[in-house]
């Protein structure tokens, strides 16, 4: 009975494992799930994200936006024109004894031109030139309707306080900077998101190595499982055998699905990063990286690259060019400080005409020499047959001069700001230049050891294998081989993928990462030149 029992234990307990390795075998082939997919490669990838990522573009659009502040200051140098006309009339009673009405009546029409200007020195300059035509009721002038025209220039120079070129262009070259700020700012970014789209991509390399490695190890796995469930049936292996095998095979699917994640999630990062959007191909289709490049790479030693990174980085050039604005900050409030004194001038000419109005008074009638049409007003003011003119000099200070003296000594505070953020910038880029060669180089010997040690994996597990052949080995023992090459195959990948990693942070570090793939942002550095030269 006991043997009757033993054997209908084991008949079910095969048919049991039979069932589900067949189930687990149907799940997935041991065909590499990511073959077929399309290939993406970093320096495609580091290109796209550069062109379609929302906060780049975001980002972008900062360049126009400078570049027209940079407009605006200018146009405070551009010559303005001004023009009105008017007509105005008045009626207001009179108290003169010798009127003959109980009210006097003024009526006017005119208009005027004019242009003014600032210079870049200075001066302030305004060019008009008025007319009218009037009409009143006085019993003394003699003519009506009269026509005056008058024209007239008016400078104004600031001696002291704005005086120069350097000052009153003050605002226009620290938008300059600015300018070039937006730019290198911009530039900053992108070097930031190359960095970000490298790392990702070499982790979703990763992921898809592993996944490649687990189900390698499930395939190990099911070969065994195959293996002991021809042995049981031939009763040569106990079903304890078999029960182990599938037992490693359904938890190395669990893995499986785990990498999978990895991988999907991963991409979807990266789709992210790269701004793939709906409409895009790559959006719904898989996708796999390249090969994960090796540990033949050249990069610079520790003095060369804080060389490279002092010249090139982004962040670090934004900020001298900000130390520049402080500068001309500082320039500005030291001259206004200074006391105003302007030198003001007019010069003018005018000429006046009218109909004849000959006027009696005791006895005598007089008619006015000035009797004319309106051009001959227009004609006696070129002729400056009327003029004035007028110099003079206009000093203030306000006393105390609180508010000039306390902006230098903020303008001279938010300098020193400055530098101390450069210094901070510099050795910020030099402690980032040293880790990434900390990695660089200890990920080297990593895959050095990692190389090594799936080596003598691979040897136990053939060797172990050998001694199943002949009966000497089981099952727990092969899986625990099995499972020490895959990992050592896993940390070999994550030892290259550090490496290339350390090497994406180097590169960024020394602000080089786009150009290394030969991805110039050719497109901002227009902008930048653009800026400068308006």
Known sequence: MIFQRTLLLGAINFLVIFFLSNLVSGQESKEDILAGARVLTLQSALARGIQYNLDLQVEELNIPISKENVTINKAEFDPVIEMGISSQEERTPTAIAFSSEDFDLYRETGGDIGIRKKFRFGLESQMSFKTNRSMNNSSVDALRPQYRNILLLDLTQPLLRDFGTGVNTANL???????????????????????????????????????????????????????????????????????????????????????????ETLANQLRDLLGIRPEDPLYRKPFVTEKIPGKKQTFPDLEQALAIALEKRPDIQKQRVEI?????????????????LDLEATLGTNGLSGGDRPTSFADFTVSSPQAGSYGDSLSRMSDADGYEWYAGLRFSYPLGNRASEASYRRAGLEKRQAVYGLKRLEETAEKEVKNSLVTVNRSLERISVAERTEELAETTLAQEMERLKEGLSDTFRILIFQNSVIQARIRKTSAIVDFNQGMANLYHAIGTNLERFDIVAAMPEKKLVNAEEQ
Do not use: C, H, W
């Open 173 to 263: 070259r620290m938008s300059q900077n600015l300018a070039r700020q937006t730019a290198r700012g911009y530039m900053d970014r992108a070097q930031r998101i190359g960095e970000e789209i490298e790392l990702i991509y070499y982790d979703l390399a990763e992921a898809q190595e592993v996944l490649r490695y687990r189900i390698e190890s499930r395939e190990l796995a099911r070969n065994l499982l195959e293996g002991n469930r021809e042995k049981f049936a031939a009763g040569v292996v106990p079903v304890t055998e078999v029960q182990e095998a599938e037992t490693a095979m359904v938890s190395r699917d669990e893995e499986v699905i785990f990498a999978k994640q990895q991988v």
């Open 324 to 340: 520049a604005n402080q500068n001309i900050e500082l320039e500005y409030y030291a001259n206004q400080k200074l006391p105003r």
